[in-house]
T-cell receptor, first 106, second 116 residues
Framework: TQLLEQSPQFLSIQEGENLTVYCNSS?????LQWYRQEPGEGPVLLVT?????EVKKLKRLTFQFGDARKDSSLHITAAQTGDTGLYLC??????FGAGTRLTVKP | NAGVTQTPKFQVLKTGQSMTLQCAQD?????MYWYRQDPGMGLRLIYY???????DKGEVPNGYNVSRLNKREFSLRLESAAPSQTSVYFC???????????????FGDGTRLSIL
């Protein structure tokens, strides 16, 4: 049973498009981390969100933590080929979702 | 900057063989972790060490043992490898954790292990 559900599982878009990926849980958690992983490498931390309703921006990436602290989203504006990778969310107890595999085509 | 270094990068074992995966970090981090990553499963925590001299079980510890050799090094041992342990293994480190997950983790590039 996956405690963190990520959707969609796969996403393929053209460069310049916008996208949103989701991370949902049936239980409340105190914080959530988002990572990006490229093939052959380990995950790299993008952001940690802690407060319900919190919004953090990292250049073209916008992260939101749900008011009820049971879900989070990652929105990418004007995607670039360099955004290609596996996006993982992880709860405060280091339980990971299965990830969204994003492919941005030129 | 090396960060977190894992050795070996690839390994093939036969069922029943034993092996130790090595991990070293040069960031003076107190806490270290071992994960496995399987298709469709995300990363699952095997063991962690909050500080030198302590180790604790994670989500999937069965079939594994760990040793926190010193502050820099944290090894993972498979005593009798099984095909179900075929996976990519990641080591990570972080600043001192007060509770699990309250510190950002820095990952190595993984060890790809196949057990025949």
């Amino acid at each position: 049973t996956q405690l963190l559900e990520q959707s969609p599982q796969f996403l393929s878009i053209q460069e310049g498009e916008n996208l949103t990926v989701y991370c949902n849980s049936s239980s409340v958690f105190s914080s959530l981390q988002w990572y990006r992983q490229e093939p052959g490498e380990g995950p790299v931390l993008l952001v940690t969100v802690v407060t319900g309703g919190e919004v953090k921006k990292l250049k073209r990436l916008t992260f939101q933590f749900g008011d009820a602290r049971k879900d989070s989203s990652l929105h990418i504006t004007a995607a670039q080929t360099g955004d290609t990778g596996l996006y993982l969310c992880a709860r405060n107890d280091m339980r990971f979702g299965a990830g969204t595999r994003l492919t941005v085509k030129p | 900057n090396a960060g977190v270094t894992q050795t070996p990068k690839f390994q093939v074992l036969k069922t029943g063989q034993s092996m130790t995966l090595q991990c070293a970090q040069d960031m003076n981090h107190n806490s270290m972790y071992w994960y496995r990553q399987d298709p469709g499963m995300g990363l699952r925590l095997i063991y962690y060490s909050a500080s030198e001299g302590t180790t604790d079980k994670g989500e999937v510890p069965n079939g594994y043992n760990v040793s926190r050799l010193n502050k820099r090094e944290f090894s993972l041992r498979l005593e009798s490898a099984a095909p179900s342990q075929t996976s990519v293994y990641f080591c990570a480190s972080s600043g001192r954790m007060r509770v699990l997950g309250n510190q950002p983790q820095h990952f190595g590039d993984g060890t790809r292990l196949s057990i025949l």
